[in-house]
């Protein structure tokens, strides 16, 4: 084991850098990415023996392709030209550059990131590490880049949070198909793995690490352990594809509904059937899910009242 290094966590202000960065005795820094030509060196990195770059941002609705390259790939290299020769990144990428869908995948199973449901932030992951890897090379900067799973646990936020929250609320969304397996990191797992990277001395050679629990879930285990949270909350079947999307869509936002489709018309029906039909309708599409959870938490809101 190598002398404790000087540790720098980029990205300080997301929710990895607030659970982790202390934890693991990094100083933090945080880095957003507004203009791709800012190519200023940050000087709090400048005598770091280990830089873990997990800035930008995840999936969000409002962010599109430019958003995604800019921020990841930007700040990756950013990070990248402000290092020492000799140092060592740790690159957070996502094991969303395997697109959706895959079996079972190594670090050498091929990128899909177009098949990923929203694969401009897929391709902006798979972009940074491309460029982390030319700077790093001609730098002489070690580099490990890390693909984790979903990560979950206290402070970690994602998705089954807002869908625990959510059913808390009184909603239930049911996912489908519920055979889907669901490739899962906790949070404590992969500060074990962060530590061991800051503790070990810095590869040869670049290497890309997939993180994951030692375990599989399916969608069927996910829906039951959201049915013991909120058992008595209405039901809405959920289709997987997008629903992240629909979840940031709907949060804190008022939606319009826009489909004009079958889909559309069916959602107009769902919203104002009772609450006992609706586990038996079929999926919704990602926009008319957004307007039915805004309808369902207005009927929510006023049945409680009554």
């Not at 000087?6 to 945080?30: E, F, M, Y």
């Not at 391709?123 to 460029?131: D, P, R, T």
Request: positive net charge; aromatic residues 6%.
């Amino acid at each position: 084991m190598k002398p404790r290094s000087d540790v720098v966590w980029v990205g300080a202000d997301g929710a990895l850098g607030k659970a982790l960065a202390s934890t693991l005795g990094a100083r933090p820094v945080s880095l957003r990415c507004p203009d791709f030509a800012d190519n200023r060196t940050l000087a709090e990195l400048a005598d770091a023996d280990v830089v873990i770059d997990a800035a930008g941002p995840r999936v969000h609705p409002e962010l599109n392709w430019g958003d995604y390259l800019r921020e990841h790939v930007g700040t990756a290299a950013r990070v990248a030209h402000s290092m020492r020769t000799g140092s060592h990144l740790v690159l957070v990428s996502s094991a969303a550059v395997y697109g959706s869908a895959r079996g079972h995948v190594t670090a050498a199973t091929p990128p899909e990131p177009e098949s990923f449901p929203v694969p401009a932030y897929a391709w902006g992951k798979l972009a940074a590490e491309h460029a982390a890897r030319a700077i790093c090379a001609d730098r002489n900067i070690a580099l490990t880049i890390l693909r984790p799973s979903i990560i979950y646990g206290p402070g970690a936020g994602g998705v089954f949070i807002k869908l625990r929250d959510l059913a808390r609320q009184g909603v239930r969304l049911v996912l489908r198909p519920e055979s889907t397996s669901q490739h899962l990191l906790h949070l404590c797992l992969f500060q074990q793995v962060l530590q061991a990277l800051v503790s070990q001395s810095a590869p040869v050679r670049a290497t890309t690490l997939v993180v994951a629990d030692p375990f599989v879930l399916t969608t069927a285990d996910v829906n039951s352990a959201l049915s013991v949270a909120a058992p008595r909350a209405v039901i809405i079947p959920a289709p997987l594809g997008g629903l992240a999307h629909a979840l940031r869509r709907w949060q804190g936002r008022g939606h319009r509904h826009g489909c004009r489709d079958a889909h559309a018309r069916q959602c107009l029906r769902l919203a104002d059937m009772p609450f006992a039909a609706w586990s038996r309708s079929p999926p919704l599409c990602a926009r008319c899910l957004q307007y039915v959870l805004d309808r369902v938490i207005r009927r929510c809101a006023a049945r409680i009242r009554g």
